[in-house]
Protein backbone atom coordinates (compact mmCIF):
# COMPACT_ATOMS: atom_id res chain seq x y z
CA UNK A 1 0.00 0.00 0.00
CA UNK A 2 1.39 3.44 -1.07
CA UNK A 3 2.06 5.60 1.97
CA UNK A 4 -0.35 8.40 0.36
CA UNK A 5 -3.12 5.85 0.98
CA UNK A 6 -2.38 4.95 4.46
CA UNK A 7 -1.58 8.77 5.80
CA UNK A 8 -5.28 9.02 5.83
CA UNK A 9 -6.85 7.98 9.02
CA UNK A 10 -9.75 5.22 9.34
CA UNK A 11 -12.30 8.17 10.61
CA UNK A 12 -12.71 11.71 11.97
CA UNK A 13 -14.63 12.74 14.61
CA UNK A 14 -15.50 14.28 17.36
CA UNK A 15 -13.68 12.39 20.50
CA UNK A 16 -15.38 12.41 23.95
CA UNK A 17 -13.12 13.56 26.64
CA UNK A 18 -13.01 10.47 29.47
CA UNK A 19 -14.80 12.76 32.25
CA UNK A 20 -17.51 12.84 29.88
CA UNK A 21 -17.39 9.50 28.17
CA UNK A 22 -18.05 8.15 31.84
CA UNK A 23 -21.18 10.35 31.89
CA UNK A 24 -22.79 9.08 28.88
CA UNK A 25 -22.19 5.75 29.37
CA UNK A 26 -23.64 5.82 33.26
CA UNK A 27 -26.49 7.96 31.82
CA UNK A 28 -26.74 4.92 29.15
CA UNK A 29 -26.51 1.77 31.67
CA UNK A 30 -29.55 3.69 33.79
CA UNK A 31 -31.63 4.11 30.65
CA UNK A 32 -31.15 0.44 29.68
CA UNK A 33 -31.56 -0.58 33.46
CA UNK A 34 -35.06 0.94 33.67
CA UNK A 35 -36.34 0.58 30.01
CA UNK A 36 -35.81 -3.48 30.19
CA UNK A 37 -38.03 -3.47 33.65
CA UNK A 38 -41.09 -1.26 32.12
CA UNK A 39 -44.05 -3.12 31.49
CA UNK A 40 -44.25 -1.36 27.75
CA UNK A 41 -41.08 -2.94 26.59
CA UNK A 42 -42.10 -6.14 28.09
CA UNK A 43 -44.78 -5.58 26.01
CA UNK A 44 -43.07 -5.14 22.70
CA UNK A 45 -40.37 -7.59 23.45
CA UNK A 46 -41.41 -9.74 20.73
CA UNK A 47 -40.54 -7.06 18.52
CA UNK A 48 -37.21 -6.38 19.92
CA UNK A 49 -36.00 -10.23 19.96
CA UNK A 50 -37.28 -13.22 17.74
CA UNK A 51 -36.21 -15.67 20.44
CA UNK A 52 -38.77 -16.26 22.26
CA UNK A 53 -37.60 -14.60 25.94
CA UNK A 54 -39.75 -13.45 28.32
CA UNK A 55 -37.08 -11.32 29.77
CA UNK A 56 -33.77 -9.53 28.40
CA UNK A 57 -31.34 -7.75 30.09
CA UNK A 58 -30.05 -4.32 28.35
CA UNK A 59 -26.75 -3.83 29.71
CA UNK A 60 -26.10 -7.50 28.95
CA UNK A 61 -27.48 -7.23 25.59
CA UNK A 62 -25.27 -4.73 23.67
CA UNK A 63 -21.60 -4.61 23.73
CA UNK A 64 -19.77 -1.80 24.42
CA UNK A 65 -17.66 -0.59 21.82
CA UNK A 66 -14.06 1.34 22.16
CA UNK A 67 -13.76 5.27 23.31
CA UNK A 68 -16.89 7.23 22.52
CA UNK A 69 -17.07 9.36 19.28
CA UNK A 70 -19.18 10.61 17.02
CA UNK A 71 -17.44 9.78 13.46
CA UNK A 72 -17.76 12.95 10.70
CA UNK A 73 -15.80 11.08 7.77
CA UNK A 74 -15.35 7.20 7.94
CA UNK A 75 -12.51 7.40 5.34
CA UNK A 76 -11.10 3.77 5.22
CA UNK A 77 -7.63 4.58 5.27
CA UNK A 78 -8.12 6.75 1.70
CA UNK A 79 -10.37 3.50 -0.08
CA UNK A 80 -13.81 5.56 1.24
CA UNK A 81 -15.53 7.49 -1.15
CA UNK A 82 -14.71 10.95 -0.53
CA UNK A 83 -12.07 10.74 1.85
CA UNK A 84 -9.13 13.03 0.33
CA UNK A 85 -11.28 15.78 -0.45
CA UNK A 86 -12.78 15.77 3.00
CA UNK A 87 -9.03 15.85 4.62
CA UNK A 88 -8.15 18.59 2.58
CA UNK A 89 -10.72 20.99 3.15
CA UNK A 90 -9.32 23.79 4.59
CA UNK A 91 -11.90 24.07 7.73
CA UNK A 92 -10.69 20.07 8.38
CA UNK A 93 -6.85 21.62 8.86
CA UNK A 94 -8.09 24.44 10.84
CA UNK A 95 -10.24 22.72 13.55
CA UNK A 96 -8.40 19.68 13.86
CA UNK A 97 -7.53 19.08 17.43
CA UNK A 98 -9.83 21.78 18.45
CA UNK A 99 -12.11 21.66 21.48
CA UNK A 100 -16.05 21.09 21.06
CA UNK A 101 -19.28 21.27 23.32
CA UNK A 102 -21.52 18.50 21.72
CA UNK A 103 -24.97 18.62 22.44
CA UNK A 104 -26.33 14.89 22.87
CA UNK A 105 -30.62 14.96 22.80
CA UNK A 106 -31.64 11.68 22.87
CA UNK A 107 -30.80 8.13 23.35
CA UNK A 108 -32.40 5.37 21.21
CA UNK A 109 -32.57 1.89 21.47
CA UNK A 110 -33.48 -1.16 18.66
CA UNK A 111 -32.94 -4.59 18.85
CA UNK A 112 -29.44 -4.29 16.95
CA UNK A 113 -28.17 -1.13 18.69
CA UNK A 114 -27.80 1.54 21.60
CA UNK A 115 -26.86 5.07 20.70
CA UNK A 116 -27.21 9.09 21.66
CA UNK A 117 -28.81 11.66 18.94
CA UNK A 118 -25.82 14.50 18.47
CA UNK A 119 -27.59 17.85 17.41
CA UNK A 120 -24.95 19.41 15.66
CA UNK A 121 -24.68 23.69 16.08
CA UNK A 122 -23.94 25.48 12.73
CA UNK A 123 -20.42 25.56 13.84
CA UNK A 124 -20.53 22.25 14.01
CA UNK A 125 -21.54 21.59 10.62
CA UNK A 126 -18.70 22.92 9.13
CA UNK A 127 -16.76 19.52 9.84
CA UNK A 128 -19.85 17.41 8.38
CA UNK A 129 -19.85 16.07 5.03
CA UNK A 130 -21.69 17.16 2.78
CA UNK A 131 -23.00 14.06 1.23
CA UNK A 132 -23.23 12.15 4.48
CA UNK A 133 -26.92 11.52 4.67
CA UNK A 134 -27.31 10.60 1.36
CA UNK A 135 -24.56 7.95 1.60
CA UNK A 136 -27.11 6.20 4.06
CA UNK A 137 -30.33 5.94 1.23
CA UNK A 138 -29.36 2.08 -0.06
CA UNK A 139 -30.27 1.41 3.56
CA UNK A 140 -32.25 4.47 4.62
CA UNK A 141 -34.24 6.05 1.70
CA UNK A 142 -36.01 8.64 3.32
CA UNK A 143 -32.21 9.66 4.60
CA UNK A 144 -32.22 11.53 1.34
CA UNK A 145 -34.98 14.23 2.83
CA UNK A 146 -33.40 14.35 6.00
CA UNK A 147 -31.45 17.88 6.81
CA UNK A 148 -27.43 17.83 6.94
CA UNK A 149 -26.48 16.67 10.33
CA UNK A 150 -29.34 14.48 10.84
CA UNK A 151 -26.94 11.03 10.84
CA UNK A 152 -24.58 12.25 13.74
CA UNK A 153 -24.10 10.32 16.47
CA UNK A 154 -22.40 8.76 19.19
CA UNK A 155 -22.72 4.45 18.91
CA UNK A 156 -23.05 3.23 22.73
CA UNK A 157 -23.14 -0.45 22.16
CA UNK A 158 -24.19 -3.12 19.29
CA UNK A 159 -25.80 -6.83 19.44
CA UNK A 160 -23.27 -9.23 19.00
CA UNK A 161 -22.76 -9.82 15.73
CA UNK A 162 -24.12 -6.46 14.67
CA UNK A 163 -21.10 -3.30 13.25
CA UNK A 164 -21.17 0.03 14.66
CA UNK A 165 -22.29 1.47 11.53
CA UNK A 166 -25.82 0.28 12.38
CA UNK A 167 -26.28 3.08 14.91
CA UNK A 168 -27.09 5.66 12.54
CA UNK A 169 -28.83 3.97 10.25
CA UNK A 170 -31.26 2.94 13.11
CA UNK A 171 -31.48 6.71 13.92
CA UNK A 172 -31.96 8.02 10.67
CA UNK A 173 -34.86 5.43 10.51
CA UNK A 174 -36.68 6.49 13.38
CA UNK A 175 -35.67 10.35 12.35
CA UNK A 176 -37.61 9.41 8.98
CA UNK A 177 -40.80 8.31 10.21
CA UNK A 178 -40.62 11.47 12.26
CA UNK A 179 -40.17 13.73 9.53
CA UNK A 180 -43.12 11.46 7.97
CA UNK A 181 -45.56 12.63 11.08
CA UNK A 182 -44.92 9.74 13.16
CA UNK A 183 -44.35 10.87 16.37
CA UNK A 184 -43.97 7.54 18.44
CA UNK A 185 -46.31 6.33 20.91
CA UNK A 186 -45.88 8.16 23.64
CA UNK A 187 -45.03 5.67 26.38
CA UNK A 188 -44.28 7.00 29.70
CA UNK A 189 -42.70 10.25 30.99
CA UNK A 190 -39.21 9.11 32.45
CA UNK A 191 -36.20 11.11 34.76
CA UNK A 192 -34.42 11.64 31.79
CA UNK A 193 -36.97 12.53 29.43
CA UNK A 194 -40.50 11.41 27.29
CA UNK A 195 -39.91 7.76 25.87
CA UNK A 196 -41.54 6.74 22.49
CA UNK A 197 -41.81 3.89 20.55
CA UNK A 198 -41.63 3.94 17.07
CA UNK A 199 -42.34 0.23 16.49
CA UNK A 200 -40.61 -2.44 15.29
CA UNK A 201 -38.01 -2.76 18.41
CA UNK A 202 -37.05 1.17 18.42
CA UNK A 203 -37.34 2.95 21.38
CA UNK A 204 -36.25 6.96 21.16
CA UNK A 205 -35.43 8.52 24.65
CA UNK A 206 -35.86 12.50 24.34
CA UNK A 207 -33.78 13.88 26.93
CA UNK A 208 -35.48 16.88 29.24
CA UNK A 209 -31.73 18.15 29.47
CA UNK A 210 -29.66 17.64 26.92
CA UNK A 211 -25.94 16.29 27.81
CA UNK A 212 -23.22 18.55 27.30
CA UNK A 213 -20.12 16.56 26.01
CA UNK A 214 -16.67 17.92 25.44
CA UNK A 215 -15.10 16.57 22.86
CA UNK A 216 -12.27 17.23 20.91
CA UNK A 217 -12.16 16.93 16.62
CA UNK A 218 -9.53 14.54 15.93
CA UNK A 219 -9.00 11.19 13.66
CA UNK A 220 -8.37 7.41 14.10
CA UNK A 221 -5.86 5.49 12.76
CA UNK A 222 -6.76 2.28 14.52
P1 LIG B 1 -20.24 4.59 14.02
O1 LIG B 1 -19.68 5.91 13.63
O2 LIG B 1 -21.66 4.42 13.69
O3 LIG B 1 -19.98 4.25 15.45
P2 LIG B 1 -15.01 0.00 12.64
O4 LIG B 1 -14.58 -0.24 14.05
O5 LIG B 1 -16.15 -0.85 12.18
O6 LIG B 1 -13.88 0.01 11.67
O7 LIG B 1 -15.60 1.49 12.61
C1 LIG B 1 -14.92 2.58 13.13
C2 LIG B 1 -15.88 3.74 13.23
O8 LIG B 1 -16.26 4.18 11.93
C3 LIG B 1 -17.15 3.42 13.96
O9 LIG B 1 -17.41 4.52 14.78
C4 LIG B 1 -18.18 3.20 12.88
O10 LIG B 1 -19.51 3.44 13.12
C5 LIG B 1 -17.66 4.04 11.74
N1 LIG B 1 -17.91 3.35 10.46
C6 LIG B 1 -17.52 2.11 10.12
N2 LIG B 1 -17.82 1.84 8.84
C7 LIG B 1 -18.44 2.95 8.34
C8 LIG B 1 -19.00 3.31 7.08
N3 LIG B 1 -18.97 2.48 6.03
N4 LIG B 1 -19.56 4.53 6.97
C9 LIG B 1 -19.57 5.37 8.00
N5 LIG B 1 -19.06 5.11 9.21
C10 LIG B 1 -18.50 3.91 9.39
Redesign the pocket.
Known sequence: VPLEETSLP??FGWFLLPGIQDKVRCTSMDFLKTLDTLEAFKKHLPDFTVEAEKEVDLEQYFQANGAL?C?TK?CDYGK?EGAKEYADKPAIKELYGSAFELSLSALFVTPRTVGARVSLSEDQLILWPADAEKEAVSVVPAAATLPAGSHA?I?LGCAEGV???Q??FDLLEILALQQEGQEGELVEEMELGSLAYYGKGRWLLSLREPVSAQACFSSLY?
Open positions: LFHTFAHTEPQTGG
